[in-house]
C-alpha cells in the first residue's frame, strides 16, 4: 500500500522566493496535516485540511498558506523565505486518529 | 511554552538492555499520547499509543506507562537491539471528535543501541 507521498524530496531556495510543496494522502484518507521539523527539534503543527476545510492552524505566520483538493492531496505554500524557514516539511495524513507521516521535503533557505 | 517536555535528550544502551524514555505534559486536556519513531531521512512513524483510561499499553518489545495525576509517561524498549538506534518523539493531543488532528511533540531522545 502506497504511504503518504511527499514532493520534492529537496530543493534550494533563496531568501524572498516562494515555495510550494505537495502531498498525496494515503488512499482513503481525507484529513491532511502539515508540520515543520527543524533539525534537532520535534515537528511543530502548521495546518490541518480536512474535507478541503482548514481544521486548525499552529503558530506560523501568515506567510504560510496552505489547500487541500478534491482527490485529498494538499499543498503548502511559503512566501517571502526567510533562512529561518530552512526545514523539513512533513505531511500526514490521517483517518482514525492517528498520523501516518511522509518522508517530508527538505527545504534550504539560503 | 513547551506543553511535552522529553528525557533524556540522548541514550545509550547496550544490545539487549532496556530503554526508558520519559515525557511530561502540562495541558491537562491532552487525551491521546503516541510514540513516534524517526530514523535519519524519513518521516515519523507511528509506534504505540495510549489514551488516559489505562495506565500502560505493551506491543511487542514497546510499552507506554502512563501516569494521569503526575501527568507524566514513558516509553520502555526492552531488549533494545541495535536496529532500535533513531529518534523517538512523544507527543499529545486533544481529541476532537475522535480526530486527533494537532500533535505537539517533544524535542525528541536520540538513542544509540551498541552492539
Known amino acids: 500500500d502506497a504511504g503518504v507521498t511527499q514532493s520534492p524530496t529537496h530543493l534550494i531556495k533563496t531568501r524572498g522566493q516562494q515555495v510550494t510543496l505537495r502531498c498525496s494522502p494515503i488512499?482513503?484518507?481525507?484529513?491532511v496535516s502539515w508540520y515543520q521539523q527543524v533539525l534537532g527539534q520535534g515537528p511543530q503543527f502548521i495546518f490541518q485540511?480536512?474535507?478541503?476545510?482548514?481544521?486548525g492552524r499552529g503558530n506560523f505566520p501568515d506567510r504560510f498558506s496552505a489547500r487541500q483538493f478534491p482527490n485529498y492531496s494538499s499543498e503548502l505554500n511559503v512566501n517571502a523565505l526567510l533562512l529561518g524557514d530552512s526545514a523539513l516539511y512533513l505531511c500526514a495524513s490521517s483517518f482514525s486518529g492517528e498520523l501516518f507521516f511522509g518522508e517530508g521535503s527538505r527545504l534550504t533557505v539560503l | 511554552q513547551q506543553q511535552v517536555k522529553q528525557s533524556p535528550q540522548s541514550l545509550i544502551v547496550q544490545k539487549g538492555g532496556i530503554s526508558i524514555i520519559n515525557c511530561a505534559y502540562e495541558?491537562?486536556?491532552?487525551?491521546?499520547f503516541p510514540w513516534y519513531q524517526q530514523f535519519p531521512g524519513k518521516g515519523p512513524a507511528l509506534l504505540i499509543a495510549?489514551?488516559?483510561?489505562?495506565s500502560e499499553k505493551k506491543e511487542g518489545r514497546f510499552t507506554i506507562s502512563f501516569n494521569k495525576s503526575a501527568k507524566q509517561f514513558s516509553l520502555h524498549i526492552m531488549d533494545s537491539q541495535p536496529g532500535d538506534s533513531a529518534t523517538y518523539f512523544c507527543?499529545?493531543?486533544?481529541?476532537?471528535?475522535?480526530?486527533?488532528?494537532?500533535?505537539?511533540f517533544g524535542k525528541g531522545t536520540l538513542l544509540t543501541v551498541n552492539p
Open positions: 495541558n491537562t486536556a491532552f487525551d491521546y
Open positions: 488512499s482513503g484518507h481525507k484529513s
Open positions: 507527543a499529545a493531543s486533544k481529541d476532537r471528535g475522535g480526530s486527533n488532528y494537532k500533535l505537539t
Open positions: 485540511y480536512y474535507e478541503k476545510e482548514e481544521r
Open positions: 495510549i489514551r488516559p483510561d489505562v
